[in-house]
């Protein structure tokens, strides 16, 4: 829903600042996910993507189906897909593996592939992906 996606954008958007905060507040303990835990192997990528607006409805369909594809896979620790509040058409992608071979195996997924085939059919303007990792396991949180 809108107010998802909004609240979403907030999160997103301060989460640096989340971060930085609990470095001062008592860690109650990370939970263990379905992947195994966060480490300082896991990779965190951050995509930046702008879509043309007569492609709109077909990418969200194809992130549907990436989304929900790629949280089943073993190595996935999350997959946040965003909207921008200011621009309809720019999206981030917030993806967490448990390790680069995680990455590895998620590319190559048919799920991943209908998002690689959306990009190849020319309806993506512009994408940015940074990859990082995680300074340890106090940084991510399901």
Known sequence: ??????????????????TALSLSVP??????????APS???????????????????????MEADAVGSRSEEGCLRFDVLCDQSNPNRFFFYEVYTNAEAVAIHKEQPHFKLWS????????????STKSTLPGSWAFTE
Request: aromatic share 6%.
């Open 1 to 18: 829903t809108q107010v998802e996606m909004r609240a979403a954008h907030v999160l997103f958007t301060f989460g640096a600042v989340a």
């Open 27 to 36: 860690q109650r303990g990370v939970r263990r996910l379905r992947g195994g």
């Open 40 to 62: 300082m192997l896991s990779v965190a990528i951050v995509v930046d993507v702008e879509i043309k607006p007569e492609c709109r409805n077909e990418f969200l369909e194809v």
């Open 117 to 128: 085939d959306f990009k190849a059919s020319g309806g993506v303007i512009s994408s940015v």
